[in-house]
Every structure is written in C-alpha cells, then in structure tokens.
C-alpha cells in the first residue's frame, strides 16, 4: 500500500513538472508590443496606412501605377517605323546572304564563281 501512494505521488509530481517546464518553455506568439513611436514622413504615412500590410499594397500599387503610365506613354510616343533603303553593292563584293540582292547575285554565273571561290579561302 505504501508503495502504491509513493508511486501516485511520484507520478503526480513528475506530471506537474512536466506541465510546470512546458509553461515556462512554450512561446507565446500572439502577444502585442506597443506601437511603436513614428516620425517624420513615416508619421504621415502611418496616419492613412497604420498596418504594415497596407503600407506595402500602397508601395505595389505605386510602382504599378508608373510602370502603367510609361507604358501607355511610350505607346502614345512610338516614332513610325522606317523602311529600310536597300544599299547597292559594290561591283567586287559578295551582298550579305540574309539581303534581297543576294537572289540577283547568284543570278550571274561569274558571282556564283566568286561565292565558290570565296567559301574555299
């Protein structure tokens, strides 16, 4: 009998230790600190926007604000396109192959000689 109360106490003493260290180790995150003391510029804006979550939608929403903006003023801005000017090519010289006076190249038998002769160098 003895046994068995030293066994209940022990048991109960060990239980509320157990409960007594996971208090004192157990974190409380939900708990408020005071607000903190704003000045300056931070004081203003903090009067419309005192939440850190509406402070940062406000800072998005600016840049998104201006880069709308440059776009829709960079469309209004836009020069014309300008067509290029085909440029003739010298009487020796093999025209790019991506150009239009390629085609009228090869035409002739003595340039397609010269492209030959070109691509052994």
């Known amino acids: 009998m003895f046994q068995a109360i030293a066994r209940s106490s022990l048991l109960a003493a060990r239980r509320q230790a157990t409960v007594a260290a996971s208090q004192q180790t157990k974190r409380r995150m939900g708990s408020s600190a005071p607000a903190p003391e704003w000045t300056g510029i931070d004081k203003v804006v ?3 926007f005192p939440k850190d979550e509406q402070l940062a939608t406000v800072i998005l929403g600016g840049y998104f604000g201006i880069f709308i ?5 960079s469309a209004f801005s836009s020069a014309p396109a300008v067509e290029a000017t085909p440029v003739a090519v ?4 093999i025209p790019d ?3 239009e ?3 009228a ?3 002739s038998e003595e340039n397609v000689n010269k492209l030959v002769e070109s691509f052994e160098k």
């Open 46 to 48: 903090r009067g419309y």
């Open 90 to 93: 010298a009487a020796g010289a």
């Open 105 to 107: 190249f090869l035409e």
């Open 101 to 103: 006076e390629f085609g």
């Open 97 to 99: 192959v991506d150009s």
């Open 69 to 73: 903006l440059f776009k829709i003023k």
